[in-house]
């Protein structure tokens, strides 16, 4: 459990916070004087300021010489999330027969050098033998924070040069391709963080783009694999209806058809090439066919993220931006005042990260580069396979054993295939370049054909659901291989973790908590 302390403010914090809300009120313009000659009025703090159950922050202000002044301006949203932004703390604002208050809660942030919590967060920290299906982020107050796919959805990162924003999302890619997902990468030209020269050379990587043409490249392959896995989860409906997501899919059918990661630094280089409605479209459609979305950039503008893509990326990490329009831009329901505060995070690797619903202060874990180079030379990762439909795998066989590898709508469906599934199949696999030019006996599959699919001659994909498994082996094959360091069922570690989540929810603040 999370142990929580109390912060001893003294009284030069309590002047400090209060002589800084009479600044506020100060600069700000909707408070200047009606008559237009521009003057500022002048604020005193009076002595009775009372700091109650050491958390709230009551400030009693004497306005002279605003007798006429429409006192409503007080307490508009506007000048509130002003004051926030120079206290460094929510700012409410109460009117009585006593007078005018402002109310500040002390205990919510690191509001003038005074925390609400005692948090220890480490240094760097290396990035741990990578679990089954969970995406190792990093060390909260409360312990290591890991995700299933089904809790991040997508995700949304900001940090400036040299914060760590590089090597979490390496870190997301490498614990992805040792989980078996099949990844498309995007990154800036000359980008360091999905280098080609050392991406290209690891086998679940579908796919790097670098430019604008690319990226769409990108986009329609991963739109054409989640179509083919809508027809699978077709097929493997109960009383009609299809399973709910990938990984009831794989429950469903014994099978162990694997999530796909699509992670872009510097989004912002590619959006301008790519209809962001379309994208939005794709994200939205095909996360239950096991799409998660990673996007991310040095510096994010308040539009950059629709509404409609915002809602399907819910998961959001904010390492260090200098530009409170960007910060915003990444954590869109903070405060004014949090948004200050996440701006002064300067360690490397220090992130506030808000996933589902629930926001902490993380050190995201660091992965070394040397464990980045070993994955590139492994050869432990099989190359991802497209998976065929039903349908597909049927004309398939029969291209390969009844035609001997050519493909021929006519021949086909004399075989009494489906000529409308055959004539869909034709235009399908020509796009991906799995047929050869016209000839006297047909198409020819090709070796890309091969390559992507897995087929060879009298040699047929399993079907989905289906597994060239004994019995007697199942247990053992169904764990994941030790060199990947996957983790069994709960261990103590999780029970911990999820321990602290229910205390944190139970919190009085659900905001940026330590920041």
Not at 235 to 262: C, H, K, M, V
Not at 455 to 460: A, D, F, K, S
Request: proline fraction near 5%; charged fraction near 25%; hydrophobic fraction near 40%.
């Amino acid at each position: 459990m999370t142990n929580t302390a109390l912060a001893v403010i003294s009284d030069a914090d309590i002047f400090k916070a209060a002589s800084r809300l009479a600044r506020g009120l100060e600069s700000h313009p909707s408070l200047r004087h009606d008559n237009g000659d521009g003057s500022i009025f002048r604020v005193t703090i009076m002595q009775d300021v009372t700091l109650i159950a050491n958390r709230y922050l009551l400030v009693p202000v004497d306005l002279n010489r605003l007798w006429h002044f429409d006192k409503s301006r007080l307490r508009r949203p506007r000048l509130l999330e002003h004051l926030e932004i120079e206290v460094g703390m929510p700012v409410r604002y109460i009117a009585s027969d006593r007078g005018f208050f402002y109310v500040l809660e002390w205990n919510s942030g690191r509001g003038n050098g005074a925390p609400a919590r005692a948090i220890a967060l480490p240094g760097m920290v290396a990035l741990p033998s990578v679990e089954r299906d969970r995406f190792a982020l990093g060390v909260a107050d409360h312990g290591p924070l890991l995700a299933e796919r089904r809790e991040l959805r997508g995700v949304v990162v900001g940090g400036g040069p040299r914060t760590g924003k590089t090597s979490l999302l390496r870190s997301l890619a490498y614990q992805a391709v040792s989980n078996g997902w099949i990844l498309y990468l995007a990154d800036k030209p000359l980008g360091n963080t999905f280098m080609p020269a050392l991406w290209s050379r690891v086998p679940s990587v579908a796919g790097i783009a670098t430019n604008g043409s690319e990226i769409d490249e990108l986009l329609t392959d991963i739109d054409d694999q989640c179509s083919r896995r809508a027809a699978l989860f077709a097929e493997a409906a109960r009383n009609y209806i299809p399973p709910e997501d990938l990984e009831q899919f794989n429950e469903w059918t014994g099978s162990r058809l694997p999530p796909i990661l699509f992670a872009a630094d510097e989004f912002n280089t590619f959006s301008h090439y790519i209809s962001m409605e379309r994208f939005a479209d794709i994200a939205r459609r095909n996360q239950k066919y096991g799409l998660m979305i990673v996007i991310a950039a040095h510096e994010w503008k308040s539009d950059a993220i629709s509404k409609s893509l915002s809602e399907l990326l819910e998961t959001r990490i904010c390492f260090h931006m200098a530009s409170r329009e960007a910060i915003r831009a990444v954590m869109p329901f903070v405060s004014p005042a949090q948004v200050a505060q996440l701006g002064r995070i300067a360690e490397q690797g220090r992130v506030a990260i808000n996933l589902m619903g629930h926001h902490s202060l993380m050190q995201a874990y660091y992965l070394d580069p040397e464990r980045l180079s070993a994955m590139a030379v492994s050869q432990a990762v099989e190359k991802p396979r497209v998976t065929l439909t039903t349908n597909e795998q049927e004309i398939a066989r029969a291209a390969i054993e009844e035609l001997d590898g050519y493909f021929s709508i006519e021949k086909l469906a004399a075989l009494g295939i489906s000529r409308r599934q055959i004539v869909k199949a034709s235009k399908a696999w020509a796009d991906r370049g799995w047929l050869g030019p016209v000839t006297d006996r047909g198409r020819a599959l090709t070796d890309r054909f091969a390559d992507d699919t897995g087929l060879e001659q009298g040699r047929p994909q399993e079907a989905p659901g289906r597994s060239d498994r004994s019995d007697d082996q199942g247990d053992q094959t169904d764990q994941a291989p030790e060199t990947l360091g996957f983790a069994g069922r709960a261990t103590e570690r999780d029970i911990a973790f999820a321990e602290g989540l229910i205390a944190r929810r139970g919190g009085l603040n659900a905001g940026l908590t330590g920041v």
